[in-house]
T-cell receptor, first 114, second 115 residues
Framework: DAKTTQPTSMDCAEGRAANLPCNHSTISGNEYVYWYRQIHSQGPQYIIHGLKNNETNEMASLIITEDRKSSTLILPHATLRDTAVYYCIVRYRYSGGGADGLTFGKGTHLIIQP | EAQVTQNPRYLITVTGKKLTVTCSQNMNHEYMSWYRQDPGLGLRQIYYSMNVEVTDKGDVPEGYKVSRKEKRNFPLILESPSPNQTSLYFC??????????????FGPGTRLTVL
């Protein structure tokens, strides 16, 4: 799986949009971009994923650049409950029946300020 | 409610005393997996199961056993726990193995301390 690079930490004011960047310059054509988050020692929670088109769901939006070498997760109206570590992960469409485990890096610690 | 449950949530034990951490999911998922999370090391996969009676090693399987006799349950067994297995453990499941479009659902975690 391709390696990702994320900032270690970010601050965002409550009610504003939080934009979390991720670089994945070695991503291959059949790798998806996933975002998970982990709120203080709770189980990681799936947020969104995409291949090359921008995606939106009830939690967030995912913007993937045209060359797919980077992406941005957008939380449109951040709340204090969005304070968490956010992980950007790239993964193949089919693992070939292998481990299929997610490789979590260090992620970005997003702190929402009141 | 669709969920992955783990028990116990917290456990303090002593070296060498066998223990089992249970994991159960109610989503009829085929794929289940165990991770451990340690400071500075992130989440690492211990074992996984593609379906009933099908299990395989992840990245850090030493000192652990698993079984998958039923689809919904995937217990993690530590036959002789040691202090280096002190960690936060997560069970996860997903509908189909090997499909990168599938999302994984995680349990709440089990914090294990081995003295």
């Amino acid at each position: 799986d391709a390696k990702t690079t994320q900032p270690t930490s970010m601050d965002c004011a409550e009610g504003r949009a939080a934009n979390l960047p991720c670089n994945h310059s070695t991503i291959s054509g059949n790798e998806y971009v996933y975002w998970y988050r982990q709120i203080h020692s709770q189980g990681p929670q799936y947020i969104i994923h995409g291949l090359k088109n921008n995606e939106t769901n009830e939690m967030a939006s995912l913007i993937i650049t045209e060359d797919r070498k980077s992406s941005t997760l957008i939380l449109p109206h951040a709340t204090l409950r969005d304070t968490a570590v956010y992980y950007c992960i790239v993964r193949y469409r089919y693992s070939g029946g292998g481990a299929d485990g997610l490789t979590f890096g260090k992620g970005t610690h997003l702190i929402i300020q009141p | 409610e669709a969920q992955v449950t783990q028990n116990p949530r917290y456990l303090i034990t002593v070296t060498g005393k066998k223990l089992t951490v249970t994991c159960s999911q109610n989503m009829n998922h085929e794929y289940m997996s165990w991770y451990r999370q340690d400071p500075g090391l992130g989440l690492r996969q211990i074992y996984y199961s593609m379906n009933v009676e099908v299990t395989d090693k992840g990245d850090v399987p030493e000192g652990y056993k698993v079984s998958r006799k039923e689809k919904r349950n995937f217990p993690l067994i530590l036959e002789s726990p040691s202090p280096n297995q002190t960690s936060l453990y997560f069970c996860a499941s997903s509908l189909y193995p090997g499909d990168g479009t599938d999302t994984q659902y995680f349990g709440p975690g089990t914090r294990l301390t081995v003295l």
